[in-house]
């Protein structure tokens, strides 16, 4: 048994008021009612629970507000909420409505100093760097960070980036590989061994988990959690299968 215990993270992407699942971010399918989920994953035992509101950087705001005031009533392990949040305000409100933790990209790319802000108000276990990395077309082994749902490059080397956000005060990285979003084929174990060395705070790794040997993988790549959405949401494993899976593997997780 190797000493880590990894944490399993149910991602539930938001689009207005529904579920949605794409592939690489595109190609966005409906799937229904995000509480629900949220509740079944839950009561199966999942660890914690991030809800992106993936349109939100297109309005200017995070419209998670009456779904995550729904799950804090009916959920309680900790909630990280991403999506359009880009002042101490907008992230003082969404806690207010439940949340435990905030993801921000876009805004932290575009005014570095909001990572120092946030953790400084809130304490840096409040605030989550997250990363969309996409492989380099120009450098081998590299990676650069995109923000607005994976469309926009920001020129930030990944793992560069991820030691500023740390040294920032971010206290921890949620990085999603774009290339293996959706495709439930495996997830960047490169990309995930170059950040996880970086730095020294945690890291949950996103993109790419079809099954419990992806996750345990990533754990041994160096990931401290893992989040899945395709996987759960297609019922293609259950919550306990997984960690019941992880745990023959090897791999410390939750009971």
């Known amino acids: 048994m190797s000493n880590k215990k990894i944490r399993l993270i149910a991602r539930l992407d938001v689009k207005d008021v529904n579920l949605v699942k794409g592939i690489q971010l595109e190609g966005l399918r409906k799937l229904g009612d995000p509480n629900l989920f949220a509740r079944r994953y839950y009561e199966a035992g999942i660890d914690e629970l ?3 509101d993936i349109v939100a950087s297109l309005y200017n705001r995070n419209n998670l507000s009456d ?7 009916d959920v ?3 909630v990280t909420v991403g999506g359009g949040l880009r002042s101490v305000d907008d992230v003082r409100n969404i806690l207010s409505m439940g949340a435990d933790k905030v993801a921000i990209n876009t805004a932290a790319i575009k005014r ?8 400084n108000a809130f304490g840096s276990q409040c605030m989550v760097l997250s990363i969309q990395a996409k492989k380099s077309r120009t450098q081998e082994g590299k990676w650069e960070a995109y923000y607005d749902n994976g469309r926009q490059h920001s020129g930030y080397d990944v793992v560069e980036w991820a030691k500023r956000g740390e040294a920032l005060g971010a206290g921890e990285i949620l990085l999603m590989s774009v290339d293996c979003e959706g495709l ?3 997830m960047d174990l490169d990309l995930i061994q170059a950040v996880t060395r970086a730095v020294k705070i945690p890291v949950i790794c996103g993109g790419g988990v079809g099954c419990a040997d992806d996750i345990v993988d990533a754990a041994k790549a160096g990931a401290d959690a893992v989040s899945c959405a395709a996987i ?3 019922d293609k494993a259950t919550v306990q299968e997984l960690k019941a899976d992880i745990r023959a593997a090897g791999v410390e997780v939750r009971i």
């Open 50 to 52: 991030l809800y992106i």
């Open 67 to 73: 779904i995550v005031r729904k799950t804090s009533d």
């Open 76 to 78: 309680f392990i900790p």
């Open 112 to 119: 570095p100093e909001l990572i120092t802000e946030v953790a």
């Open 184 to 186: 439930q084929r495996g």
């Open 232 to 234: 759960l949401h297609y």
